[in-house]
């Protein structure tokens, strides 16, 4: 029994040793390595998943493949939003996940309107519901990096989030 964990933690030890070689030469996952929080394993699975970020139109429809948008049926004057689609990569949904995991974990984070939002979020709609939607703006964000071939800018993220009712917020989507 101790020789196959022996031997899986070699196996474990390689991929790892093969992974730092090919972060070295590839430009999407040292991209994805500049955000805070997040990892060589995050970035590699959302570089496989992703392939070519160019075959996706805009940011919503990149956050659709990974299945984080909301369910939304719409119903002559009435428009119901449910739970998230799933309709991606479980593996893709789950690193946007531990990615806002990772990031509140970092100390120098918290003033991120992003994190601020979660934390105003979590209050009113719980944990679950505010990491996912912290995960579908982390996707929008991780889109708009890939696409402009820029790296992430924490300076951009800094400022204060202002919540609005969900009146301005009908009235916003109207425009």
Request: net charge positive; with cysteine; aromatic share 8%.
């Amino acid at each position: 029994m101790f020789e196959i964990i022996e031997r899986i933690e070699e196996s474990v030890k390689i991929i790892e040793k093969q992974l730092v070689e090919l972060t070295k030469e590839d430009e999407m996952v040292n991209r994805l390595l500049t955000i805070r929080g997040c990892g060589k394993i995050t970035a590699w699975t959302i570089r496989a998943y992703t392939e070519d970020i160019a075959r996706f139109a805009t940011a919503k429809k990149y956050a659709a493949f990974c299945g984080l948008v909301p369910w939304v049926q719409d119903s002559n004057e009435t428009i119901h939003h449910g739970k998230i689609t799933k309709r991606g990569p479980q593996e893709l949904r789950t690193c946007f996940v531990q990615l806002v995991l990772g990031i509140r974990r970092c100390k120098d984070t918290s003033d991120w309107r992003m994190m601020q939002r979660y934390e105003y979020m979590k209050t009113h709609k719980g944990s679950g519901k505010s990491i996912v939607a912290a995960a579908r703006k982390m996707a929008e964000i991780v889109w708009a990096m890939l696409s402009d071939k820029k790296d992430f800018d924490a300076q951009k993220m800094i400022g204060k989030y202002k919540p609005i009712s969900l009146a301005e917020e009908a009235l916003t989507a109207m425009n």
